[in-house]
Each structure stands twice: as C-alpha cells, then as structure tokens.
C-alpha cells in the first residue's frame, strides 16, 4: 500500500509537471487582438514565417488554394513531407502549402527554428512556406487554427486537430473546403481531386 502512495505522488507529480509545461505547448501567449473575429477573412489571420522575424502575409495567396498542415520532425507521419513536397512542385501555379511546425502532440517537433528548417531542406527539400512553431490547440491555439477549426469563423464545421499531419484546404477564395487527418496523405485522390 506504501508502494501504491509513493506511485501515486510520482505520477501525480510528472502530471503536474507535464500540465506545467504545456504538454509540448510553445508558450507563446496569444493576445486578445490577434484573436480572430466573426466575419474575419483568413487572409486576415496574421502569422510569421519560421525564423519569427518575417510576417507570413496569407493575403499574398489569394486566388490560390491554400494547404495548412500542423507538421512534425519526428512523427510516424512525417514521410508525408516527401508527398507534400511533391503536391507543391505539380500544382504550384494553383496551391500553396502551409507547413505549420507544433509540438504538442508526442513532443515530436522539440527542435527550434533553425534545426526544423534545416531538417525539413536536407531530408525532404522542402520549398513551401513554413510559418513559426505554434499551438493548434488549447488555450494557446494560434489564431490561425482557431479560425480553421471554429464554424463560427470558417462557416463550414467545428475541428478538432488530433494528431500531426491534420490538414485543412482553402479555396482560392478564402473558403475551408474540407478537413483531413493525419492517415490521408497528401497526393491522395480525396485532397487532389478538390484541387480544381
């Protein structure tokens, strides 16, 4: 029974030490006017380009569709940048991907800026935009994803982003067409065939 107490305090320990840190949450505080608001474009949501510095001005791809995709270094799915890459290069005069880095779920993005791009080049030569790391969910949520995954913003449905490799595709006029998980892959003809 001592044994069962002492495990009991460990664990409750490492739970509060994992809620602590955010579960993989970058931190980043998100202020109440970068939140979005009803009747705000996509186009509107701001966002930076991976090394912080640089505004990743969405309203630059209008016209286009848009392919947003929650991306990670060490995932199971992370083979997928092979086919996202290749998606791009085919369908660049109509589609631009988003490569949107988080750690949040299996800690599976822990690099920083620089690794990720580094990694991203060298292992799948990887030439869409990749914005800075963010949350896709919880209290965090980057306005990007709150847009995405709230009906009362993107008038299609509620989302909930389960795991890395979620995908969400806008239209050319700034409409969420459809939402994806991580096991669709990127050239599947479900994501290819909507791609007008």
Known sequence: M????????????????????????????IQAEDKPTEGMSIYDVKLKTLNEQDDLDLSQFKGKYMLFVNVASQCGFTYQYEGL???????????????LPCN????????????????????????????????VKGKN????????????FNELDDYTVSWNFNKFLVSPEGKLLAYFGSKVKPESEEIVSLIK
């Open 141 to 152: 949520q980057h306005p990007v994803y709150e847009w995405l995954t709230k009906k009362e």
């Open 85 to 99: 890459e290749a998606l791009y290069e085919a369908q660049k005069d109509k589609l631009v991907i988003i490569g």
């Open 2 to 29: 001592k044994n069962m107490n002492l495990a009991q305090k460990i664990f409750g320990a490492i739970a509060t030490s994992v809620v602590a840190l955010g579960c993989g949450s970058t931190g980043k505080q």
């Open 104 to 135: 949040q779920f299996g800690l599976q993005e822990p690099g920083d800026s620089s690794e990720i791009a580094s990694f991203c080049k060298v292992n799948f030569g990887v030439t869409f935009p990749l914005s800075q790391k963010l949350d």
